[in-house]
Nanobody
Framework: QVQLVESGGGLVQAGGSLRLSCAVS????????MGWYRQAPGKQRDLVAR???????NYADSVKGRFTISRDNAKNTVYLQMDSLKPEDTAVYYC????????????WGQGTQVTVSS
């Protein structure tokens, strides 16, 4: 089992910055990749950024150059630094962990609201 707890969401003006944190606990060694997803009202949940156990990162086109995913292995924490925020970034952001053992298992955090005002 893997537990994920997000923090750092809030209200910010367009052009501002926020940093989301995802504290990871449990069967950490089984985790193959960590990611951030977001879901706006009435829309599907989409990938924002992902980082693998080898440190490879990938981003949605809409956030490239503005968001940065990183991790602190000593703190078992994954971060999403969000700069130059836009109103269209408004959504609930979810932390995700992909664990591989006998099968692939997705774990999710409870979500944190990010609201960007214009």
């Amino acid at each position: 089992q893997v537990q994920l707890v997000e923090s750092g969401g809030g209200l910010v003006q367009a052009g501002g910055s926020l940093r989301l944190s995802c504290a990871v606990s449990g069967s950490i060694l089984s985790i193959n990749a960590m990611g951030w997803y977001r879901q706006a009202p009435g829309k599907q949940r989409d990938l924002v950024a992902r980082i693998t156990s080898r440190g490879t990162t990938n981003y949605a086109d809409s956030v490239k150059g503005r968001f940065t995913i990183s991790r602190d292995n000593a703190k078992n924490t994954v971060y999403l630094q969000m700069d130059s925020l836009k109103p269209e970034d408004t959504a609930v952001y979810y932390c995700n962990a992909v664990a591989i053992s006998s099968s692939i298992i997705n774990y999710w955090g409870q979500g944190t609201q990010v609201t960007v005002s214009s």
